[in-house]
Nanobody
Framework: QLVESGGGLVQPGGSLTLSCVAS????????MSWVRQAPGKGPEWIST???????ARYAEPVGRFKISRNNANNTLYLQMNNLRPDDTALYYC???????????????WGQGTQVTVSS
């Protein structure tokens, strides 16, 4: 099970940190990913981190987002800075690796947390 939290309403240029608590599987042996879905659009890969937490990949090279994990408490994080209105979406954590063209199966996602960027 994956349970996200930390979403909310934030002004453009603001920051948020999302959390995802995992249970029911051996967290520290899995790649973990963040995926988002904006209204009317398909799901979009954001980032993936390796099981140890010392390697990550990002869809966006600019560096506004940072993925991290704490294997001691089975938690995945996504720190988001300089948020823009087009970052508005439902944000999901997912078990497994991902790329721009391949996402984990839907059954391995959490329920999502809403992020709204608006003034």
């Amino acid at each position: 099970q994956l349970v996200e939290s930390g979403g909310g309403l934030v002004q453009p240029g603001g920051s948020l940190t999302l959390s995802c608590v995992a249970s029911g599987f051996t967290f520290n042996t899995f790649y973990m990913s963040w995926v988002r879905q904006a209204p009317g659009k398909g799901p979009e890969w954001i980032s993936t981190i390796n099981p140890v937490g010392n390697g990550a990949r990002y869809a966006e090279p600019v560096g506004r987002f940072k993925i991290s994990r704490n294997n001691a408490n089975n938690t995945l994080y996504l720190q988001m800075n300089n948020l823009r209105p087009d970052d508005t979406a439902l944000y999901y954590c997912a078990k497994g690796t991902a790329t721009k063209t391949s996402l984990p199966r839907r059954s391995d996602w959490g329920q999502g947390t809403q992020v709204t960027v608006s003034s």
